[in-house]
């Protein structure tokens, strides 16, 4: 449980820094639409967590920020969702942390200290 807890809170800072650092245009004068892509199984934990944060959102900002969730692998698989990213095609994603390898700056570092995925780098 405590994992989950953890790999929540880090996505909630994900998801922070990238609607800070992110050229998001003025949320009070036009309604914000993303899209949220995500590869996790049906069931899986982060999978339910990922409908539940987009259901809170919605809630909490009185449908100002309209969040569009394509779960389980429905827009991109896991091969295809960072570079999906990358090209601005998706806004928001969420991949397991063996689907990522060193693909990002974060996980290159992490992977200095040993963290593995199953992508060679």
């Not at 994900?14 to 892509?37: G, H, Q, R, W």
């Not at 339910?48 to 449908?63: F, P, Y």
């Not at 090209?87 to 570092?109: C, D, I």
Request: aromatic letters at 8%.
């Amino acid at each position: 449980m405590k994992k989950i807890g953890i790999h929540f809170i880090a996505f909630l800072i994900t998801l922070s820094s990238v609607m800070f650092f992110a050229d998001v245009p003025d949320v009070k004068a036009e309604k914000l639409k993303l899209t949220f892509a995500t590869t996790l199984p049906p069931k899986s934990n982060l999978e339910i967590q990922s409908a539940e944060l987009v259901k809170r959102i919605n809630e909490q900002t009185n449908g100002r920020i309209a969040i569009t969730h394509y779960g389980q692998s429905t827009l991109y698989h896991s091969k295809e969702l960072i570079p999906a990213l990358a090209k601005n095609q998706v806004n928001l994603g969420v991949l397991h942390v063996a689907m990522v390898g060193r693909r990002s700056p974060t996980l290159e570092f992490l992977g200095s200290f040993g963290a593995q995925g199953c992508w060679e780098s």
